[in-house]
């Protein structure tokens, strides 16, 4: 046998030694953490236990790649924090960066979640919230998924208050304002069309679906951004809108006693923000509303979620773009927050909690009260649809009003790119047909809804 032959051999023994190494230490991950073969059941909550599972797959791989991604962004952008925090911040991002290691090591052994022992305003709630949990759901493969994805990127929010330099640092800013810049050719193109648009049922369908699709492009989920001809495509894209009720919303509220208010939660900065502002002046400019209020997420959030921050920057490079469409309508925008038709609400962690949303009323009653004033809630994005079912794993055919449990403050429209394994309202047979086509059609966002569960507000209910 030639020596080629030879390490050629070797090669393939060893890569076939390694194999079965990794294969083995898998299957005693999963015996030690019990892990579940079978996908999750109907009424099953979903869990990281579920081998067969986008929960499985989130802390088996993408949460700890995602943190290796983020410890080596720190280190490489360690001059650029240090100018903009200060000469300290080399010491406290080596104590950062100890700390996500750390935490990533918690998700690869299954560890137990730790109670937060930094003081925040949120930090009390957090921590009542951990101890409430069941003792077999307090690890990353047994804990319900939305609490577990939730409690990283608080803890991970912890990890830099812990330093007096790095406490007010956005750690995902760069990310979310380079896509801004990268997509305003296309925000002027999008203006461009919709000037002078009237009301009417099929500009508040267009621009309802404009600002669903805008959830596409999510940095949590993907890098693709948002496609530069979505504007013109939106009755293309019907084909995927899997369900479709953007007629009811319309109806709803052309129906609703006045005043009325619209309440938009948010989901991602940068381009899915800029469609939310465009709707809201559509709803404004229309006579359908007279507000529209944003709510924020109140710390960094899911890599691309909308903060304070992230909300006044757009409004801000709106106003100073070269573009003369873009300016114009940052300066609409800055003019509907001082006439109170738009609001940026207050801070509320809430939305950055572990709760779903059925428990909003016993947990934030204020913030019930509040967003029971608006004719119609609009939630935007994966997270929030996961919130509103609770990552319940619902029959696919399930009406969407009763997968709320009880959450209906007001009317309840759901505007969701499909990026998890969790849906209803949807037509028989639909989840059977596309996962005979694509078994990883629920993760690639190429699928959407608009649903809505309509409850009227009484003429005499009290605005205040």
Same mark, same amino acid.
Not at 314 to 318: G, S
Not at 374 to 379: D, G, P, R
């Given at each position: 046998m030639?020596?080629?032959?030879?390490?050629? #051999?070797? !090669?393939v023994t060893?890569t076939?030694?390694?194999a079965?190494?990794? +294969?083995?230490k $898998?299957?005693?991950? &999963?015996e030690?953490?019990?892990i579940?073969?079978?996908?999750?059941?109907e009424?099953?909550?979903?869990?990281?236990?579920?081998?067969r599972?986008?929960?499985?797959?989130?802390?088996?791989?993408?949460?700890?790649?995602?943190?290796?991604?983020?410890?080596t962004?720190l280190?490489?952008?360690e001059?650029?924090i240090i100018?903009?925090c200060?000469d300290?911040?080399?010491?406290?991002?080596?104590r950062?960066i100890?700390?996500l290691?750390?935490?990533?090591?918690d998700?690869?052994?299954?560890?137990?979640f730790?109670?937060i022992?930094?003081k925040?305003?949120d930090?009390d709630?957090?921590?009542s919230?951990?101890?409430?949990l069941?003792?077999?759901r307090?690890q990353w493969?047994?804990?319900?998924?939305l #609490?577990? !994805?939730?409690y990283?990127?608080?803890?991970?929010?912890s990890i830099f +208050?812990?330093? $007096?330099t790095?406490? &007010?640092?956005d750690?995902f800013?760069d990310?979310?304002?380079s896509?801004?810049?990268?997509?305003a050719?296309?925000?002027?193109?999008?203006?461009?069309?919709?000037k002078?648009i009237?009301?009417?049922q099929e500009d508040f369908?267009?621009?309802l679906?404009?600002?669903?699709?805008?959830?596409?492009?999510d940095l949590?989920i993907?890098?693709r951004?948002?496609?530069?001809?979505?504007?013109?495509?939106?009755?293309?894209y019907?084909?995927?809108l899997?369900?479709?009720?953007?007629?009811?919303?319309?109806?709803?509220?052309i129906e609703a006693s006045?005043?009325?208010?619209?309440d938009?939660?948010c989901d991602?900065?940068?381009?899915?923000?800029?469609a939310?502002l465009l709707?809201?002046?559509?709803?404004?400019?229309?006579?359908?509303?007279?507000?529209?209020?944003?709510?924020?997420?109140?710390i960094?959030?899911?890599i691309?979620d909308c903060?304070?921050k992230?909300?006044?920057w757009?409004?801000?490079?709106?106003r100073?773009h070269?573009?003369q469409?873009l300016?114009?309508f940052?300066?609409?925008?800055?003019?509907?927050?001082?006439?109170?038709?738009f609001i940026?609400?207050?801070?509320?962690?809430f939305?950055?909690?572990?709760?779903?949303?059925s428990?909003?009323?016993?947990?934030?009653?204020?913030?019930?009260?509040?967003?029971?004033q608006?004719?119609?809630?609009?939630?935007k994005?994966d997270?929030?649809?996961?919130k509103?079912?609770?990552?319940?794993?619902?029959k696919p055919?399930?009406?969407?009003?009763?997968?709320?449990?009880?959450?209906?403050?007001?009317?309840?429209c759901?505007?969701?790119?499909?990026?998890?394994?969790i849906?209803c309202?949807?037509?028989?047979?639909t989840v059977?047909?596309?996962s005979e086509?694509?078994?990883?059609?629920?993760?690639?966002?190429d699928?959407?809804?608009?649903q809505v569960a309509?409850?009227?507000?009484l003429?005499?209910d009290?605005i205040?």
């Open positions: 030639h020596s080629a032959d030879l390490t050629s #051999h070797t !090669d060893e076939t030694n390694l079965a190494i990794e +294969q083995l $898998e299957q005693r991950f &999963n030690k953490n019990l579940i073969y079978n996908p999750p059941g009424n099953d909550e979903l869990s990281a236990r579920f081998l599972s986008l929960a499985f797959a989130t802390f088996k791989r993408r949460s700890p790649a995602f943190l290796r991604d983020l410890i962004f280190q490489d952008r001059a650029d100018e903009q200060g300290y911040a080399h010491f406290d991002l080596k950062t100890w700390s290691e750390l935490l990533r090591d998700i690869i052994n299954n560890r137990e730790q109670i022992r930094v925040s305003p930090t709630s957090w921590n919230f951990l101890k409430g069941g003792e077999d307090r493969f047994s804990a319900i998924w #609490h577990a !994805d939730c990283m990127y608080r803890r991970i929010w +208050q812990r330093s $007096e790095l406490k &007010n640092y750690y800013g990310q979310k304002t896509i801004v810049t990268n997509v050719p296309l925000m002027r193109d999008i203006l461009v069309s919709t002078g009237k009301r009417s369908q267009y621009l679906k404009l600002s669903t699709w805008s959830n596409h492009g949590n993907t890098r951004g948002a496609h530069d001809k979505i504007y013109k495509q939106i009755a293309k019907d084909i995927d899997l369900a479709d009720q953007s007629f009811d919303v319309w109806q709803d509220l006045a005043p009325v208010y619209v938009i939660v991602n900065a940068g381009f899915e923000l800029f939310d709707l809201g002046e559509y709803i404004i400019e229309s006579g359908l509303a007279s507000r529209v209020r944003f709510h924020v997420k109140a960094p959030w899911f691309s903060t304070h992230d909300f006044n757009l409004v801000k490079f709106l100073k070269e573009f469409e300016n114009a940052g300066k609409r925008i800055r003019g509907y927050i001082r006439d109170r038709s940026l609400c207050d801070k509320s962690y939305w950055t909690s572990g709760h779903d949303y428990q909003m009323k016993r947990v934030q009653p204020c913030l019930y009260v509040y967003i029971s608006a004719s119609l809630v609009i939630f994005g997270l929030n649809y996961r509103l079912l609770g990552d319940i794993n619902n055919t399930t009406q969407f009003s009763d997968c709320l449990r009880g959450f209906q403050p007001s009317s309840v759901a505007l969701r790119v499909i990026k998890s394994d849906y309202g949807l037509p028989i047979c059977e047909k596309l086509e694509n078994p990883e059609w629920m993760v690639t966002g699928k959407a809804v608009v309509i409850k009227h507000r003429s005499t009290i205040v």
